[in-house]
């Protein structure tokens, strides 16, 4: 089973920024090869996609994520961040990391991040 735990959520203020992370563990041993994403939901809304680092490590984002996030991924720690800037109350969402490989998805909790106006 992968786990994977989000970090670095809380509040902001339009304009500010915040870096969230996440870290896989337990029958991963690398996340090499997995395409790994930020996922986040709003309340009352579905659950959409934010940006991606596919396994062979091309990205790509979500149209409102252009210019403002940025995903990184660290395969030495198993680890994936997203770079929030120029935050606004439209991001106000739960946040969840996503890793894929072929057969198998996995999540994490997710974490909220609240943008105050």
């Known amino acids: 089973q992968v786990h994977l735990v989000e970090s670095g959520g809380g509040l902001a203020q339009t304009g500010g920024s915040l870096t969230l992370s996440c870290t896989a563990s337990g029958s991963i041993s690398s996340i090499v090869g997995y395409a790994m994403a930020w996922y986040r939901q709003a309340p009352g809304k579905y659950r959409e996609l934010v940006a991606a680092s596919g396994a062979a490590e091309n990205t790509n984002y979500a149209d409102f994520a252009k210019e403002r996030f940025t995903i990184i991924r660290d395969n030495a720690e198993n680890k994936i961040f997203l770079q929030m800037n120029k935050l606004n109350p439209d991001d106000t969402a739960v946040y969840y990391c996503?890793?894929?490989?072929?057969?198998?998805?996995?999540w994490g909790q997710g974490i909220q991040v609240t943008v105050s106006s």
């Open positions: 996503n890793a894929g490989v072929v057969r198998s998805n996995y």
